[in-house]
């Protein structure tokens, strides 16, 4: 059964308020299956701001060890207000009450319990303690509301799966993770050049499928929530024979699967459109939200600014030998869709649209709880959004020398 309703005057009121944006034109909404598919017509919608400065910021490139932060890999407030900042370099978890006060650490580098040798992430989990992903151990941590260890376990995986990057936490007592399938290799894929084998590996697009999964935090497996892909690579290679070099890049441009999970289930888009798809809390899809505007065609100045943008310490002619190096890999011809998600409080999906490495500023896209386009966000380039609550957005802000904070924003609804 398929119907359209009309939300325009009312979504240009509560999205736009005092903007001056047009009205929205007709939001399809299908429903198909017990899937409800909203489609939505570009619409010049502002959702809201952020403050220009921070409410609270925690970081400096100098002062007490705690606030010097190596790679802020994740940071989330608990029930209270305190701040969970996981500090990768340092394989450490520094928690700061409301005020940005240090209030302990957990955590070190190691191998035993407590310890970590990569540390993806840290979460507040809902029984008032802490969730600590493990990279290279393929673990999960739980430390007490008191700062202790308490249980550690092993991320358990099906024979065909690979290397499990955890993402956060997607439930009360679930982790979600993104999985890379095994490569299966043959005979025949083994023989021929070095280049060869190295394509069989690395490069084309069975190379590409990646899964979202989730975990109890006993290690056990739940489920398959979604497939993916991974961006495309492609290879280049030097010499002949025993002696040839070959070496893979990421092709720009290439749209990636991203998923981000809370409460309320999961959220996951290919990159290849202004999509997301919505699964529940049993893991079923249940909501897809589209925004029905075409991607920005590519072009060979986009090139040139991506490269421009990412080689910022080559010389002019490593410049152009790496845009020509693109320009002969198999480029898509329109830019990505979206490149970051955020399933935030209430159950609202914020979506980040590519942006190109020299864009000051990055376009967020809010999606509804039922799939209803609401509006954008702009958010500085140097900002990676954390977590969206209680009328403020958690960032992560890196500045001109590369020093991170962890920064507090006001948000304001327009």
Known sequence: MSR?????????LLACGDSGAPPQSATTVTDSAGIRVVTT?????????????????IGDFTGPEEILFGRIASARRDAIGNLVVADGQAHEI??????????QSLGREGEGPGEFKSLPGAWPAADGGIAAAGKILDRITQFGAAGTPTATATLARKDDLGGIFAIGLAG?????????????????????????IVDAMIVGEENRRILFVRHRFDGTLVDTVAEGRDALRASVSRGSGMEMEVST?????????????????????????????VFGEDGSL???????????????????RYVRGTRSGSNERQIQDVIERYRQSPLPDSLPGYTDLLFVEGGEVWAQ?????????????????????LGRVAVPASFRIEEVSRGEVLVVATDELGVQRVQ???????
Do not use: C, N
């Not at 520094?94 to 209030?103: P, W």
């Not at 009360?172 to 060869?196: C, F």
């Open 41 to 57: 017509p570009p619409a010049d919608l502002v959702y809201a701001g952020l403050a220009e400065e921070p409410a609270l910021s």
């Open 353 to 373: 649209r590519y942006g190109l490495p020299d864009e000051p500023m990055r376009r967020w896209d809010v999606f509804a709880p039922d799939g209803v386009y």
């Open 94 to 103: 520094r928690i700061f009450d409301t005020g940005g006060r240090h209030l």
């Open 286 to 304: 249940r909501l897809i939200a589209r925004l029905d505007d075409p991607r920005p065609i590519r072009t060979d100045a986009h090139v040139e």
């Open 408 to 414: 507090l924003r006001a948000l304001t609804l327009k």
């Open 172 to 196: 009360a007592d679930i982790v979600l993770s993104r999985a890379s399938p095994r490569t299966v290799l043959t005979l025949a894929s083994l023989s021929g050049s070095p280049k060869d």
């Open 249 to 277: 890049f990421t092709v720009p441009f290439s749209p990636r699967s991203v998923a981000a999970g809370s409460s309320h289930g999961v959220v996951v888009t290919d990159g290849s459109a202004y999509g997301v798809q």
């Open 4 to 12: 359209t309703v009309f939300l325009g005057s009312l979504l240009a």
